[in-house]
Nanobody
Framework: VQLQASGGGLVQAGGSLRLSCAASGGTFSSYVMAWFRQAPGKEREFVTVISRSGGSTFTRDSVKGRFTISRDNAKNTVYLQMNSLKPEDTAVYYC??????????????????????WGQGTLVTVSS
């Protein structure tokens, strides 16, 4: 599957952005989808993940209540709604996919190496 992330940009602190990740070349509904981010000089980190049906999501504590992942299997797209953005949210955001259901387990879902497919990333810059 090929993943194309979009929707990044420059926003003031407290603002909102919605990222999209469009998938092609595979059966979208068979993939667990996730968002990661990588700030300058830091390692890529897990943000949130959604199950194949969209019925289960897991989100890192620092963005819980501000970020929401969702998916539309009819449109082969996963979204990341980001509200109340903070300067520390500045990063390149990547979408990722994997078909293995075990990736939803806590020991796996935050592991960059567990995801087979990656998008190219979209830059989010939050100004103070």
């Amino acid at each position: 599957v090929q993943l194309q992330a979009s929707g990044g940009g420059l926003v003031q602190a407290g603002g909102s952005l919605r990222l999209s990740c469009a998938a092609s070349g595979g059966t979208f509904s068979s993939y667990v989808m996730a968002w990661f981010r990588q700030a300058p000089g830091k390692e890529r980190e897990f943000v949130t993940v959604i199950s194949r049906s969209g019925g289960s999501t897991f989100t890192r504590d620092s963005v819980k209540g501000r970020f929401t992942i969702s998916r539309d299997n009819a449109k082969n797209t996963v979204y990341l709604q980001m509200n109340s953005l903070k300067p520390e949210d500045t990063a390149v955001y990547y979408c990722a996919a994997d078909r293995d259901l075990s990736i939803l387990a806590k020991r796996n879902r935050e592991d960059v190496g567990k995801y087979e497919y990656w998008g190219q990333g979209t830059l989010v810059t939050v100004s103070s």
